[in-house]
Every structure is written in C-alpha cells, then in structure tokens.
C-alpha cells in the first residue's frame, strides 16, 4: 500500500482546482441512419472548485458524453462548459482523465507511463524528481521497472491516477474508475483518490454506478434521468470527512439515492 508521509505539507507543487459551469448543455449525436439521438438535454450544474460531484444514473443516459464533453473531446450542440471561467475549446492537460480501462501504454513501464505526460509537453527534465515523488506517494516506487501487464488490477490504476494528476490538472474526470476492481481494493482506491485529492485539491467528477462510492467520495452527488440525460436531482452529502462506511446516516442516504433510483423495491 501507498505510504502516507507526505500529508498537506508534501512537497508536491499546489496544483490549482477550478470550478466547473455546465450550462444547458445537449447532445446530439447523428446515427448512421441520418437521425439524430439526444444523449444530454438542457443539463446545467455549477462545480465548486475543490469540489468532489459524483454523477450517477442508468447505463446510456450521457454520463460519459458528459464528462467527454468537459474534457474537450466532445462538442455539445447546445450550451456551453467553462472552467475557471473559460469557455472549453479542446482537450488540455488542465484537464485529467481517468477511464475504468486504466489505458496504459502497454510498451511503457510504469515510470515511463506515468511521465509521458511530461514527455509529450516537454517539460521532463525539469520534473523527473517529481516522477519519483508521485512513484512514491501512489505507492508504485518498487514497481516502477515493471509493464503493464506485470501489474494487478489496483496497481494500474493507481498508475493511471498519478499519470492523470502529475500534469496539475485543475479538473480531475473520473469515468467509473474503479468499476472493474474487487470490493477491497476499490475501496482502498477510494482512500487512495481522496487522499491525494486533499493533496492536489483538484476538482474532481466522478462517475460511478456504485452507490456507496459516491457517497464515500462526494461532496454531493447528480441523480440523472434515463436517456437523455438530465439532473434528476442533487443530494448534498451532510458527513463530515474522514467518512465511516458503517455510520447510521450513510445507510440513510443509500436508501434514499436507491428511492429516487426506483431501486428500493418494496
Ligand atoms: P453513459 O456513460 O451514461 O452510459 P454515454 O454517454 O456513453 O452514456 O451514452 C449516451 C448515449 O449516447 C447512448 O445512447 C450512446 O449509445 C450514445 N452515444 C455515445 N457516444 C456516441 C457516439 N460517439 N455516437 C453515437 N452515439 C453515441
Ligand atoms: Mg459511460
């Protein structure tokens, strides 16, 4: 496991979180047919900078096309995005992305992963103690020599995390990180995640269909509508942090997410 000696005083640079204004925002996209499929309708949400939202919803109701669309790598037909109060026109390393396919490059070892970042600005030289540092506080020090496939199913994301966060982004977008690890190690992820998020105090959304997650991690958490996705409803997380997966009012808002999800049978 990660060691922990690095606390609010570490000495990894601050990285600056911005907040995040998705207005109106719909999406559209064009089906081979010629029709068009409305994924997001009119979804508009203000992100406080340093904030963690969670979004959840059923599969296909534009969860990924939302935070695609934050990243850049999507338009969205109507609406606009900004952060830090600038209108988004691209991709940009400001911005760090975290699918549940860790995506590594399987040819890379997990040092080099995690610098590619840097590589591909420019900017290594002046940053290898950093890449040392980052080995370190995700844990991965031992193992920086290895490839991918030579890690477990933790392991990768963990590297994946340090990649996305050694670029400073200000926005971190979290697409069901976690999804395909085991119980265990997701919720030893989930600590991993907060940890340096107090560390970075980066913004973070974060997808997930796992109810306690989103409660364990947020500090409030979108309910979105099926297809085409719009806020359903937010929920503010009232727990004071560290969180206890066992508290009696952590049951009480699983129940009440599982409600408004129609979930909680009868
Ligand atoms: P979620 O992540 O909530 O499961 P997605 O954002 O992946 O949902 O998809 C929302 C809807 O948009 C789905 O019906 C999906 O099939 C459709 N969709 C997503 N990406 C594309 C694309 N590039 N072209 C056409 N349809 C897409
Ligand atoms: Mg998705």
């Known amino acids: ?111 080099h992963n995690i610098q590619a970042g840097l590589v591909a600005r420019g900017v290594l030289h002046g940053r290898r103690a950093e890449v040392e540092e980052f080995l370190n506080v995700v844990g991965l020090a031992p193992f920086a020599e290895l490839h991918p496939h030579q890690l477990s199913g933790g392991m990768a994301q963990r590297a994946a995390l340090a990649r996305a966060l050694i670029n400073d982004p200000q926005v971190l977008l979290l697409d069901e990180p976690l999804g395909a690890l085991d119980m265990f190690t997701r919720m030893r992820m989930q600590d991993e995640v907060l940890r340096l998020w107090r560390l970075r105090h980066v913004t973070m959304l974060l997808v997930t269909h796992d109810i306690d997650e989103a409660i364990y991690m947020s500090d409030r958490i979108v309910v979105m509508s099926p297809a085409p996705g719009r806020v359903e409803r937010i929920i503010t997380v009232p727990l004071d942090r560290p969180r206890h997966r066992n508290d009696a009012r952590f049951f009480d808002l699983r129940a009440e997410i599982l409600e408004e999800l129609h979930f909680a049978g009868d």
């Open 1 to 111: 496991m990660a060691n922990d000696n690095h606390g609010p005083h570490g000495r990894l640079p601050e990285a600056f979180a911005s907040d995040v204004q998705i207005e109106n925002v719909s999406k559209s996209y064009r089906l081979p047919n010629g029709t068009d499929m409305l994924a997001l309708d009119r979804f508009s949400l203000s992100v406080k900078a340093g904030e963690i939202v969670s979004l959840i919803g059923p599969s296909g109701c534009g969860k990924s096309t939302l935070l695609r669309t934050i990243a850049g790598l999507e338009r969205p037909t109507t609406g606009k995005v900004s952060v830090a109060g600038k209108p988004i026109d691209g991709p940009s390393a400001a911005r760090g992305f975290m699918f549940q396919d860790p995506s590594l490059f399987p040819w890379l070892n997990v040092r």
